[in-house]
């Protein structure tokens, strides 16, 4: 009987780990089991991907070539247990390009036995678009200060009008070519101040490939 209840906790152990085996290969997210001295010991299928490791194993390299925070943090002292969080920070391909990772760790163990359990998942994309996010936020901010100066324009440009008109009527100025010419340049004023900033600026979201 004790040797059938050994065989069967067996069973279920390897059955449960092939169970996390498989939803680590599956996992969408990088995961990575570290060592001690900092020496990769599992990666899956994902992490491979995500650092673009083009077919060589990431088992066996050193995490600072691709994480340096992991080996900072393996650094830390024993005494320090149960660490368990999440950070943001820049991580490292195969081919030495960098991309923004969110990562979720922990560590535990003591001595040679010491390990960091580490899930990452590259947040390009959404840092992309939190960039083109605040992009298009500070264009309209800008689009709606250009607006209010355009309309304190257009109100000088109409009020120097009134004084133009009432000057032409009064004096002899009518025929003037700097009174003509002053004219022209209020008139110029006014078609600069009621330009199309919204068209101009989708015009511009577009050809730098934002819009």
């Known amino acids: ?82 660490i368990r969080t999440q950070a943001h920070t820049w991580a490292r391909r195969a081919d030495n390009s960098h991309f923004p990772a969110a990562t979720w760790f922990s560590i535990y163990g003591k001595g040679e036995g010491r390990r960091l359990a580490a899930i990452v998942v590259d947040i390009s994309d959404e840092v992309r678009e939190r960039e083109q996010a605040h992009y298009e936020d500070l264009v309209q901010q800008n689009r709606v200060l250009a607006g209010a100066v355009s309309h304190e324009i257009r109100n000088l440009c109409a009020a120097i009008a009134v004084v133009q008109k009432n000057l032409e009527q009064r004096t002899d100025l009518a025929d003037d070519e700097d009174f003509e010419a002053m004219r022209k340049l209020v008139a110029g004023l006014g078609q600069i101040s009621t330009f199309d900033l919204r068209n101009q600026s989708r015009a511009q979201l577009a050809a730098e490939g934002i819009a």
């Open 1 to 82: 009987a004790h040797y059938a209840r050994i065989r069967f906790e067996q069973s279920l152990r390897r059955h449960a780990e092939e169970q996390l085996r498989q939803l680590a290969e599956s996992s969408p997210a990088a995961i990575l089991t570290v060592g001690a001295t900092g020496e990769i010991l599992a990666a899956n299928a994902a992490a491979e991907e995500i650092f673009a490791a083009n077919g060589s194993a990431l088992s066996g390299r050193q995490v600072r070539d691709l994480m340096p925070m992991f080996e900072d943090a393996l650094r830390l002292p024993e005494e320090i247990s149960g």
